[in-house]
């Protein structure tokens, strides 16, 4: 009977613990996310009227794809943010353990994430779903919105300010602007002669009928921590 009590306490605990916390990270991470929408309508505002008005290809245009995910095009890319459902916490080896924010409060460690990727724009026009996105950047958000950037080519960027910095709107337009910026930077690689020397019949009838030849771009994230709004 002991021990069946000491299990309901432990349950009970976690209930009134990490439970809490797990559900206050998904409030907060939504709460900023519905800010980043506002901000990339604003980026829309703000840049659209610099682009050459004759050219309608180059502009800007956002589209809300749902209460998690949202688009961005840029020319000839699409930036999609997608924010996930639940809270996360980093392996042992992760650079957040040495913030003295984290170890002076374990909860504070309990993220959610919003996933930055990158697709071209002619994958989702001629529904080439065979096409590849990448994901250039993670920004991680906790219960209190103090957040850091994660990108492919350095991991924990920003973890210097992680506790001080809270992702508001002058935050978000820094990431979404750096996003856009190396967007537009990197270019397509053409594929290797022996990838492409040999094709059978059903691949190009399918590439002919669909237009589904596999597209995609390998890019780098680099969010300069040191420009962050603290």
């Avoid at 900023?32 to 050219?55: G, M, T, W």
């Avoid at 994901?135 to 506790?163: M, P, S, W």
């Avoid at 590439?207 to 589904?212: A, G, T």
Wanted: hydrophobic fraction near 40%; charged fraction near 25%.
């Amino acid at each position: 009977m002991s021990q069946k009590n000491e299990v309901s306490q432990s349950i009970v605990q976690l209930l009134n613990t990490k439970a809490v916390v797990k559900q206050d990270v998904f409030a907060s991470t939504h709460k900023y996310f519905e800010i980043l929408k506002d901000v990339l309508k604003k980026a829309v505002d703000i840049y659209n009227p610099q682009i050459n008005p004759k050219d309608q290809r180059l502009e800007l245009n956002y589209t809300d794809k749902g209460e998690f995910v949202v688009q961005l095009k840029v020319a000839g890319d699409v930036l999609v943010f997608q924010m996930h459902t639940n809270a996360f916490v980093f392996d042992r080896d992760h650079e957040v353990w040495k913030s003295e924010y984290v170890k002076s409060d374990v909860t504070n460690s309990f993220c959610g994430v919003i996933n930055i990727y990158n697709f071209l724009h002619d994958s989702f026009r001629y529904n080439r779903l065979n096409d590849l996105g990448y994901l250039i950047a993670r920004v991680f958000i906790n219960k209190d919105g103090h957040y850091f950037v994660e990108g492919k080519r350095q991991k924990g960027t920003g973890i210097n300010h992680f506790g001080t910095s809270v992702l508001d709107e002058d935050n978000w337009l820094k990431i979404v602007e750096t996003a856009v910026l190396y967007a537009l930077e990197f270019d397509l690689l053409v594929p290797p002669y022996d990838d492409m020397k040999i094709i059978s019949m059903m691949q190009m009838n399918d590439e002919i009928l669909n237009s589904q030849m596999r597209t995609g771009k390998r890019l780098g994230f680099i969010y300069k921590s040191d420009d962050v709004k603290q």
